[in-house]
T-cell receptor
Framework: DAGITQSPRHKVTETGTPVTLRCHQT?????MYWYRQDPGHGLRLIHYSYGVKDTDKGEVSDGYSVSRSKTEDFLLTLESATSSQTSVYFC???????????FGSGTQLSVL | TQLLEQSPQFLSIQEGENLTVYCNSSSVFSSLQWYRQEPGEGPVLLVTVVTGGEVKKLKRLTFQFGDARKDSSLHITAAQPGDTGLYLCAGGSFGNEKLTFGTGTRLTIIP
C-alpha cells in the first residue's frame, strides 16, 4: 500500500472553521500530492510537493494551503472551510517513475 | 488546461459480456495511465502506456494508447463481478510531475 496513511478518515466541520488533513508516508518518497474527488469531476489536483518546504499549486488551489516540514508528512489546510469544500480528499505519492501514483484511502470531509 | 473525457460515464452489463471504455483528449500526453477505484478506497494503478499505438494486456483487460497519444481505450473480455468499480484514466505531461485525471467510468458487472 506504499505506506500512506491519511488522517482523519472522516470529518464533519462547520463553515468558517479551519481544518487540517494529514498525509503520512513511511518510504521517503520525494513527491506528494493532494487531490479532491467530486462526482462528475474525477480527481483534481489541489497542491503538490517535490521536497521538504517545496510545494506548488494545482488546478484547484484557492482556499487551500499546504506545508511539508518533514519528508514523511504533507499537510493540507483549509483556512476557513466552506460548503464547496465538502469532498473526498486523497493524498498520493509518486513511486517507480512515469508519474505512477499510489493513493491513500482518503478523507471524507463534510462542511456544514 | 488539459482535459480528459471518459465515456461512457456509467456502464452496467451482465457477467461474461465484453466492454470497452474510452478516454479522449485534444491534448498530447507523454504517458497514459489507468486506475481502478473501489468504494471507500483510493485509486489503484492498473497500467501505464507510454508509446503511441502501444497495447498492454493484464489478464482479461487490454489497454491501448492512441497513435497520436491523445486517447486511450480499455477493453474487458468476459467481464466478472470483481471488475466492478470506477475506472479512471490519467495523462502525464512532458517535463511535468502532475497527472491530469479523466472524469471516470463507473462500471457495474451484474452476476
Amino acid at each position: 500500500d506504499a505506506g500512506i496513511t491519511q488522517s482523519p478518515r472522516h470529518k464533519v466541520t462547520e463553515t468558517g472553521t479551519p481544518v487540517t488533513l494529514r498525509c503520512h508516508q513511511t518510504e521517503n518518497h520525494r513527491y506528494m500530492y493532494w487531490y479532491r474527488q467530486d462526482p462528475g469531476h474525477g480527481l483534481r489536483l489541489i497542491h503538490y510537493s517535490y521536497g521538504v518546504k517545496d510545494t506548488d499549486k494545482g488546478e484547484v488551489s484557492d482556499g487551500y494551503s499546504v506545508s511539508r516540514s518533514k519528508t514523511e508528512d504533507f499537510l493540507l489546510t483549509l483556512e476557513s472551510a466552506t460548503s464547496s469544500q465538502t469532498s473526498v480528499y486523497f493524498c498520493a505519492i509518486k513511486s517507480g517513475g512515469r508519474e505512477k501514483l499510489f493513493f491513500g484511502s482518503g478523507t471524507q470531509l463534510s462542511v456544514l | 488546461t488539459q482535459l480528459l473525457e471518459q465515456s461512457p460515464q456509467f456502464l452496467s452489463i451482465q457477467e461474461g459480456e465484453n466492454l470497452t471504455v474510452y478516454c479522449n483528449s485534444s491534448s498530447v500526453f507523454s504517458s497514459l495511465q489507468w486506475y481502478r477505484q473501489e468504494p471507500g478506497e483510493g485509486p489503484v494503478l492498473l497500467v501505464t502506456v507510454v508509446t503511441g499505438g502501444e497495447v498492454k494486456k493484464l489478464k482479461r483487460l487490454t489497454f491501448q494508447f492512441g497513435d497520436a497519444r491523445k486517447d486511450s481505450s480499455l477493453h474487458i473480455t468476459a467481464a466478472q463481478p470483481g471488475d466492478t468499480g470506477l475506472y479512471l484514466c490519467a495523462g502525464g505531461s512532458f517535463g511535468n510531475e502532475k497527472l491530469t485525471f479523466g472524469t471516470g467510468t463507473r462500471l457495474t458487472i451484474i452476476p
